[in-house]
Every structure is written in structure tokens, then in C-alpha cells.
């Protein structure tokens, strides 16, 4: 079955910057990815999702880029705001696998004003 | 609307009782999911009902018993629960796709074996 890594487990950044959170995947037959952002005690919210027929995909300061040879999807957050401090998951799956999504270990993101 | 309604939000119970957790949404969705989740991991998948059936059971313990009595509607039936079995009990549901599925999670019920 899949198997989706995920890192760093922790980030922290100063307000403004840029943040990066990297997976990386084993099955090649994967086809889509999606990111969740989870603030504490709520639940996990779609943020941005990217499919295996494109490269990389916007939404305001949210970008998610896709590489497949190396079976590695990333997630770029620029000008961080405190509001973006939150944990992240990555996930990925494919048709075939029913409805499965198979989750990264999530990393926690902490934006220093 | 990418409304998924869980109740309740919050249910203490013994390890002797019976209760539900229910799940509605009223997207046309016809996938819909029960996760688990405990503190700093992530969602666990429980079990996925596809058109009403039960298409992947995650070999989940009998003391959880899903239902899914219409295209809108999910329960969880709990009983003889463990206090390790307190956790986030996440409802999600998705449209059907060509490939990958989108799926939105419920706000969640907090369930606390005692």
C-alpha cells in the first residue's frame, strides 16, 4: 500500500517568511494529493490539493508543487502570517485504492510576530 | 456548502454503555468515511462507505459498528469501548471523481471512555 512521509515534523518561522513542508511517496500509481491544515481543536480543512496531471498549482499565497519521477509533492506558504500557525498534513492516494486517503505525519507549523 | 454536521461534539461514556455518533451531510456525496484521530497524529481511517455499502472496513474492533442507513446519513455505533478508544471521531464525506477524491471532514466528535 501507500506509504506518504512527511517533514520537518516542526516549523517554526518568523512572521513574514516563507515556510516549506515536503512528502514524499511510494506509490507511483498515486494520482492525487491534497493538503489539510488542522488548527488546535478543530478539523482537518482542505487548503489546496493538486492532481498527478499538473506540476504545480496557486491559490493566493498557498502553493503546492508535484514532482512525480522523484515521488515528491511539497507545500509552500509565503508570507507567513501568525493565522497560518496550525499543523499540516499532506496526503496522497489513487482511484484504485477505494476512497483511501493515506496521511503524512503532519508538521507543526508556528509563525512568530 | 461543504457541510459535514456531526453530533454530538462532545460524549463522555463508560466502558458498559451504548451510544451513536451520527454524521449527516446533504451535498450529494456518496462516499462518507468515519476517522479517528488521537493528539499530534493523523486521521486514522476507520471505515468507507461507497453508495451506502460498506467498502473498506480498516479491520476496525466490533465494538465499533458503522451503519449507513442513506446516501445523507452515518452512524457509529459504540459499545463496550475502551478508554483507548477516547479520541477525535472525524465524519468525512466525498463526491464521486474520475481520479482522487476530494474529501471534507466534519467538525468532529470528542469521545472520552471513562
Known amino acids: 500500500g501507500e506509504n506518504v512521509e512527511q517533514h520537518p515534523s516542526t516549523l517554526s518561522v518568523q512572521e513574514g517568511d516563507s515556510a516549506v513542508i515536503k512528502c514524499t511517496y511510494s506509490?507511483?500509481?498515486?494520482?492525487?494529493f491534497p493538503w489539510y491544515k488542522q488548527e488546535l481543536g478543530k478539523r482537518p480543512q482542505l487548503i489546496i490539493d493538486?492532481?498527478?496531471?499538473?506540476g504545480e498549482k496557486k491559490d493566493q499565497r498557498i502553493a503546492v508543487t508535484l514532482n512525480k519521477t522523484a515521488k515528491h509533492f511539497s507545500l509552500h506558504i509565503t508570507e507567513t502570517q501568525p493565522e497560518d500557525s496550525a499543523v499540516y498534513f499532506c496526503?496522497?492516494?489513487?482511484?484504485?485504492?477505494?476512497?483511501?486517503?493515506?496521511f503524512g505525519g503532519g508538521t507543526r507549523v508556528l509563525v512568530k510576530p | 456548502d461543504t457541510e459535514v454536521t456531526q453530533t454530538p461534539k462532545h460524549l463522555v461514556m463508560g466502558m458498559t454503555n451504548k451510544k451513536s455518533l451520527k454524521c449527516e451531510q446533504h451535498?450529494?456525496?456518496?462516499?462518507m468515511y468515519w476517522y479517528k484521530q488521537k493528539a499530534k497524529k493523523p486521521p486514522e481511517l476507520m471505515f468507507v462507505?461507497?453508495?451506502?455499502?460498506?467498502?473498506i472496513n480498516e479491520s476496525v474492533p466490533s465494538r465499533f459498528s458503522p451503519e449507513c442507513p442513506n446516501s445523507s446519513l452515518l452512524n457509529l455505533h459504540l459499545h463496550a469501548l475502551q478508554p483507548e478508544d477516547s479520541a477525535l471521531y472525524l465524519c468525512?464525506?466525498?463526491?464521486?471523481?474520475?481520479?482522487?477524491?476530494?474529501?471534507?471532514f466534519g467538525e468532529g466528535s470528542w469521545l472520552t471512555v471513562v
Open positions: 468525512a464525506s466525498s463526491p464521486p471523481t474520475v481520479s482522487g477524491n476530494t474529501i471534507y
Open positions: 506509490d507511483s500509481a498515486s494520482n492525487y
Open positions: 493538486i492532481r498527478s496531471n499538473v
Open positions: 496526503a496522497g492516494t489513487r482511484k484504485a485504492a477505494g476512497n483511501k486517503l493515506t
Open positions: 451535498m450529494g456525496h456518496r462516499a
Open positions: 462507505y461507497s453508495y451506502e455499502k460498506l467498502s
